[in-house]
């Protein structure tokens, strides 16, 4: 049993997607318990960024907020799940 997932959100071309993939991260803020975003400053728009987010709580949140941010053109995810009572 999945009990936390970490997604990683490669956003290219940042400013053609940014305010979607926000919208996103707002309509499912409530799954998201650590948000990081990672960019370096003055680097040009092709670079893109990424945004690591911890997720907790209903796994099909999770698998929805997944397929909606994969369903943005320009925007990558990967994610890793793990078990709490491993340790």
Known sequence: MTNV???????CNRQS???QVQVLLTKY???IR???GLNEP???D???SL???ELIG???????LEKELLQLEKVEVKRMDFETNVC
């Open 42 to 44: 003055g680097e040009s």
């Open 46 to 48: 092709k670079s893109g």
């Open 34 to 36: 650590t948000r990081l």
């Open 58 to 64: 209903n796994i099909h949140e999770w698998e929805k």
């Open 17 to 19: 997607v940014a305010a």
């Open 29 to 31: 803020g409530s799954s």
């Open 51 to 53: 945004i690591v987010l």
């Open 5 to 11: 997932r970490i997604l990683g959100v490669k956003v």
